[in-house]
C-alpha cells in the first residue's frame, strides 16, 4: 500500500496493491499492523458504517465535537469527491480543506483524523460508502458545518444544486461553528 500525502500533512490518502487476474481482484483494504507500521498512527477502529446514496447528494461537512471520530473511508461502489476540513483552532491548517476522489475502480482509502470535518458529493449514479471511526456515534456532539460556507471555498465538483438533509441545510458557518481548540 502506498501512502499520498495531501497538503494537510495530518489526511492521507492510500493506493492499495491491487492483484487482478481473469476471476476478478483482491486487495488488503485494512491491516491494523502495517497501518501503524507505515503512518505511526495507532487508530482503534470501533464502528464500520455502511452509506447508499443517489447521484448529486452531498453528505456534510459532518464532525463529532465529542468523541471526534478518526475515519478511514472508501468507495466500494461508484464515485465520491469526498473533502476533509481542518477545524482545528491551534492548527496552521486551520479552515483548509482537501478533497480526493474515490471510487470503486481507483480503490483509494483517505484516512481523516479527529479535528477534522467530513463530507462528499455523489459523482456517479449511486454510490456505497464503507468508514471505519475510531470512536462511536455521539448524537449529543454530532456538528455540520454548511458545505458551502464561502469561508472555506470548497470547490465541490457540482453541475447543479446538489441534494442535501435538513441537518446539512441548517449546518453552520466555520466562524460561528464549535470548534476544535
Not at 470501533?46 to 443517489?54: A, G, I, L, Y
Not at 476540513?85 to 475502480?105: H, M, N
Amino acid at each position: 500500500m502506498s501512502i499520498v500525502p495531501s497538503k494537510i500533512p495530518e489526511v492521507l490518502q492510500f493506493e492499495p496493491q491491487v492483484f487482478v487476474d481473469d476471476r476478478g481482484f483482491f486487495f488488503e483494504a485494512y491491516n491494523h499492523q502495517k497501518f501503524a507500521q507505515e503512518t505511526d498512527i495507532v487508530a482503534n477502529f470501533v464502528q464500520d458504517n455502511h452509506s447508499c446514496s443517489k447521484q448529486n447528494v452531498l453528505r456534510g461537512l459532518h464532525y463529532q465535537i465529542q468523541q471526534p471520530q478518526g475515519k478511514l473511508i472508501r468507495a466500494v461502489v461508484g464515485t465520491i469527491f469526498d473533502v476533509a476540513v481542518d477545524i482545528r483552532k491551534s492548527s496552521s491548517t486551520f479552515g483548509k480543506w482537501v478533497g480526493s476522489e474515490l471510487s470503486a475502480e481507483n480503490k483509494r482509502l483517505l484516512w481523516i483524523p479527529p479535528g477534522f470535518a467530513h463530507g462528499f458529493l455523489v459523482l456517479s449514479e449511486i454510490a456505497e460508502v464503507l468508514y471505519k471511526t475510531t470512536d462511536y456515534y455521539a448524537p449529543q456532539g454530532d456538528r455540520t458545518i454548511l458545505w458551502n460556507d464561502p469561508d472555506l471555498a470548497i470547490d465541490w465538483p457540482l453541475s447543479t444544486p446538489p441534494i442535501l438533509s435538513a441537518k446539512d441545510k441548517a449546518g453552520k458557518s466555520l466562524r460561528t461553528a464549535e470548534v476544535f481548540d
